[in-house]
């Protein structure tokens, strides 16, 4: 099903549900890690179990979230309160923020330690990190799938996040390789490239939110007055205006027709118009302004 035809309800009802089995395997995911680190003592582990945290912490937040942006349009919000979604997802990115602060620290302090730092890769710690590995990839699959067929922000910047998770997840492993033949010195070096990597994740996320809260044209005018122009009747077709993101775009036009047709025709044409692009642009909401020819 298309996210522009479930429900608010319905999208906030599977959204929570998704979001709940995440966080049950992202707990599962921070207890491995946590072994590892255990067993190993390697400073770029912990980063990994504090990443891995804050997925968690992140599952708890976006349901939270989700309650909120599934509530119906009411009188203070006529749009609805889908915009929570993508308010949420700017809030992960505070929260990878201080991931990147803490692991640069913590880094920086052994890069100017007077003695090293003892590092043990056994082969335990390898293990567990390559069964962290695949479980988390296995989730960040999972949840993008769903993020991409609800159109869930919220739930796509959390995949985002996991999906780097599993990246600095292969890093690591390769740094407890490289620790295990005997380079130690390669471990903090290793958790701020993983720093620099939890950082481009934030700023990814950044990049898709902002244009969302703040009304950026979702729709180029051109697009929509081509559509509007093909159904018969249309004059001419102008005030186009466009909010949102694929899946949940709100539009706005106004089209001219022949100034002889009478009320009840041209507002079937409006309502062609509207069904028309709803449909081609995936659109939730089109709103079609009628207005005689000159």
């Not at 995911?29 to 680190?37: D, E, G, R, S, Y």
């Amino acid at each position: 099903m298309s996210p522009h035809r479930i429900t608010a309800d319905e999208r906030a009802r599977r959204s929570r549900s998704i979001l709940a089995r995440v966080l049950l395997l992202n707990v599962g995911v921070v207890a491995v890690k946590a072994a590892a680190f255990a067993v190993s003592g390697a400073l770029s582990l912990l980063a990994e179990i504090v990443h891995s945290s804050l997925d968690a912490a992140n599952n708890v937040f976006a349901l939270w979230i989700t309650r909120v942006a599934g509530r119906a349009p009411d009188d203070d919000h006529p749009y609805g309160h889908q915009k929570f979604e993508t308010l949420g997802a700017l809030v992960l990115v505070g929260l990878l923020s201080i991931t990147v602060f803490e692991l640069v620290e913590r880094a920086v302090e052994r890069l100017t330690a007077p003695e090293p730092v003892p590092v043990e890769a056994s082969p335990l710690a390898l293990g567990l990190m390559g069964f962290g590995l695949v479980a988390g990839l296995a989730i960040a699959t999972y949840e993008s799938r769903k993020g991409r067929e609800l159109g869930s922000d919220l739930i796509l910047a959390d995949a985002a996040h996991t999906r780097s998770d599993v990246l600095t997840t292969v890093a690591v492993l390769a740094g407890l390789v490289l620790v295990r033949l005997g380079w130690t010195w390669v471990d903090p070096w290793l958790t701020l490239v993983v720093a620099g990597a939890i950082a481009w994740t934030g700023w990814s996320i950044v990049r898709e939110s902002v244009p969302i809260l703040v009304d950026e044209r979702a729709v180029h005018p051109d697009r929509i007055r081509d559509v509007a122009e093909e159904n018969p009747g249309v004059v001419s077709c102008y005030g186009i205006r466009s909010r949102g993101r694929e899946g949940a775009v709100f539009a706005e036009l106004t089209i001219s027709v022949d100034a002889a047709l009478d009320v009840a025709r041209s507002h079937a044409i409006a309502d062609d118009v509207e069904v028309r692009i709803a449909h081609d642009l995936k659109a939730r909401e089109v709103v079609v302004h009628v207005e005689p020819a000159p």
